[in-house]
């Protein structure tokens, strides 16, 4: 027994000193090729890696993109800047994804080389979920609240939000009201207050019935709405404001009285 014991940690023993001796070795050379001469030795390797590519003819003859649905393919073109015939290792595929993120409408992008000859891109596109309206334009935002740089397109159908904070609030929001999927289909605008909470409007973005939320804890003041609707029909009512930002009080204003101004 005290034999194996031994011979176990003789072998740890010689495990760790190997294991010393390559972290040693892979520093020596990570500082040795910041060197002179080491940076002469990589030269040497990428242009001998060059010659072996022209030689074997690895050069870049296709490029294909999928993915993509927003995002032409002459924006993907022009930001890649690659040519056919380029040495296929001489593709820098760090830059083309970086390129390709700075796009309004790429999320992410995969780019990997195919030999011999062939390029491939994965892209992943943003998906607008609301319409942040700002100085008097559109600009659709994903769900985590960045704002895609396209305005070229309407978008009907997504919840459009106001408020210099907005699209970072957005998502809160909209997580607060999928739990009630009939109230989430009749808010069609959502506005901050003094970036402090939201005003939403029903059915029509500028004159459907205001409901004012509480600053925190929107969760309970959906609830209330959502039974009050459920109950009593409350959104279906001539109501032009419920306030819901007192959780022992409910304001209820007419559209009549609102019109006026009162």
């Known amino acids: 027994m005290r034999y194996m014991k031994q011979k176990i940690k003789s072998r740890l023993r010689r495990v760790f000193w190997a294991g010393g001796i390559l972290l040693l070795l892979a520093a020596?050379?990570?500082?040795?090729?910041?060197?002179?001469?080491?940076?002469d030795i990589r030269h040497t390797g990428r242009a001998l890696k060059q010659q072996l590519a022209a030689r074997a003819n690895l050069k870049l003859n296709h490029v294909s993109v999928s993915g993509h649905d927003r995002t032409t393919l002459q924006d993907i073109n022009a930001v890649l800047d690659v040519s056919p015939g380029l040495p296929i290792f001489d593709v820098d595929l760090n830059r083309m994804r970086a390129a390709l993120k700075r796009l309004p409408w790429v999320r992410d992008a995969v780019v990997r080389r195919?030999?011999?000859d062939a390029v491939s891109i994965q892209i992943?596109?943003?998906?607008?979920?609301?319409?942040w309206q700002n100085k008097r334009r559109y600009w659709p935002i994903d769900d985590s609240g960045q704002v895609i740089a396209d305005d070229s397109r309407q978008w009907p159908n997504l919840l459009l939000v106001v408020g210099a904070d907005a699209p970072k609030q957005t998502r809160p929001?909209?997580?607060?009201?999928?739990?009630?999927?009939?109230?989430?289909?009749?808010?069609?605008?959502?506005?901050?207050?003094g970036g402090r909470r939201w005003t939403l409007r029903a059915d029509d973005a500028e004159k459907g019935t205001e409901i004012y939320l509480p600053e925190t804890d929107i969760q309970k003041a959906l609830r209330r709405l959502d039974a009050l609707q459920r109950d009593e029909k409350i959104l279906d009512r001539d109501i032009g404001v419920i306030d819901?930002?007192?959780?022992?009080?409910?304001?209820?204003?007419?559209?009549?009285v609102d019109r006026k101004g009162n």
Do not use: Y
Request: net charge positive.
């Open 173 to 193: 929001l909209m997580d607060a009201l999928s739990a009630h999927p009939e109230l989430s289909g009749r808010i069609r605008s959502a506005a901050r207050v």
């Open 28 to 39: 020596g050379i990570g500082i040795f090729l910041q060197t002179p001469a080491g940076r």
């Open 114 to 116: 195919r030999l011999p």
């Open 244 to 256: 819901l930002r007192l959780p022992d009080r409910l304001v209820i204003q007419s559209a009549v």
């Open 124 to 131: 992943a596109e943003r998906v607008p979920v609301a319409l």
